[in-house]
Every structure is written in structure tokens, then in C-alpha cells.
């Protein structure tokens, strides 16, 4: 019995085909591979934008300088001056011409793994109210360490009428290895501290 042979299917066959009318005389052409790679570069392009800009929100406000007044509730703070614990001795003449004893301070020991350093800071009321003020509404957050309130402060609460101001120093504590710590106060823009991390090289960021 003889055998049929089946017809083979050629590349010129296969280019003919797809050059073959469609219903209405549209032509039907091989699907374009580039098209489907810029779409796939176009959306990943978006979302990497998209992610990159609530990335930003959740980082927060970017941290202001020691020496620049930023937004508080009811008014501005200013940090004056970032002093290391190894150098308080040296300041003790500055706390006393300003009227302070800081001795009471920095007295007792500061724990193993822990390091100590004071804020001079500066409060300006502003709101028709004034600035509502105390020293528990500080915090020192930074890399390495939970949101922490002062260890101690020298002011009382109380408010700084508008158009007035109120100067005060401040101790906080934190693990030796704490790195980016920032200053805020009632939740307003952070200032930058720029204490390296269990440094003893870090002098006093001078006051104004």
C-alpha cells in the first residue's frame, strides 16, 4: 500500500500565512514582542515611583541643624548647642554665668553600654495662646534606640507667652551605639544632634 505523504509546513509557508487577508481585509501580523516590554517597563517604571514617594512620607519631615528654628505646636524651638557627658566639667562655668546649677545633673553614674549628653534649647511662643511647654514633651529618637524622654531638665512646665522666650538645658541617656539622633518637640519638625555613635571625639555644637 502506498504511502501518502503529509504536506510540511515551511517558513516560507508560515509567512505566506501570515500575510493571509482577515475578514474586512485587515492583515494578520506576527504579535510584537517590544510592545509587550515597553508596556511591562512603562508599569514597573510607575510603581517603583509610586513606592519610592510613600517611602518619603513614612521617612517623616527631613531633620533641621542645630542652630535653626523649626515648627513647633504654638510656636519655634531652636536647639543652641549639643554637648557629649565627657565634656560637661567643661561647661560648668558657662551653666553658672548663665544662673544654673547643673551639678545636680549629672552626678550619678551613667549605666555600662550607656551615654549621656545635655541640649541647650530655646522656645518662642508664637500662637495667639503661647507655647505650652514642659520638659516631658522632648524626645530623642534616632538609629539603635527607642523614642526616649529627657533624663532630666532644669525648666518647670509652663507656657511661653507670644512674642516671648524660654531657654533651658536638657540630659538624655542612650545606648552608646545610637546613631542619627534627632530632637523633637510635641511631634514638630526634628532637629539633627550629630552625636557619633559611642564617640568621645563629639565637642559642643556652640550655642548662640
Not at 11 to 27: C, I, L, M, S
Not at 60 to 70: F, I, L, R, T, Y
Request: charged share 20%; glycine share 14%; proline share 9%.
Amino acid at each position: 500500500m502506498p504511502l501518502t505523504q503529509l504536506p510540511t509546513e515551511t517558513p516560507k509557508d508560515r509567512e505566506a500565512a501570515a500575510d493571509v487577508p482577515e475578514p474586512g481585509g485587515a492583515r494578520r501580523r506576527p504579535r510584537s514582542i517590544g510592545g509587550a516590554l515597553l508596556v511591562l517597563a512603562t508599569v514597573a517604571a510607575l510603581a517603583f515611583g509610586v513606592w519610592g514617594f510613600s517611602s518619603s512620607l513614612a521617612a517623616g519631615p527631613a531633620p533641621a541643624s542645630v542652630g535653626e528654628d523649626v515648627e513647633v505646636p504654638g510656636g519655634l524651638m531652636r536647639v543652641d548647642g549639643v554637648t557629649p557627658e565627657h565634656m560637661a566639667p567643661m561647661q560648668m562655668d558657662k551653666f553658672a554665668k548663665k544662673g544654673m546649677n547643673m551639678s545636680g545633673m549629672v552626678s550619678d553614674m551613667t549605666p555600662k553600654g550607656y551615654r549621656r549628653f545635655s541640649v541647650d534649647f530655646t522656645l518662642v511662643g508664637q500662637g495667639s495662646a503661647g507655647l505650652d511647654y514642659s520638659v516631658d514633651r522632648f524626645r530623642a529618637t534616632g538609629e539603635g534606640t527607642k523614642e526616649t524622654k529627657p533624663l532630666r531638665g532644669e525648666l518647670e512646665p509652663g507656657t511661653v507667652p507670644q512674642g516671648s522666650a524660654v531657654s533651658g538645658t536638657m540630659i538624655f541617656q542612650v545606648p552608646e551605639e545610637a546613631k542619627g539622633l534627632k530632637l523633637s518637640f510635641g511631634g514638630g519638625t526634628p532637629v539633627a544632634l550629630d552625636l557619633e555613635p559611642g564617640s568621645s571625639e563629639a565637642g559642643d555644637h556652640g550655642g548662640h
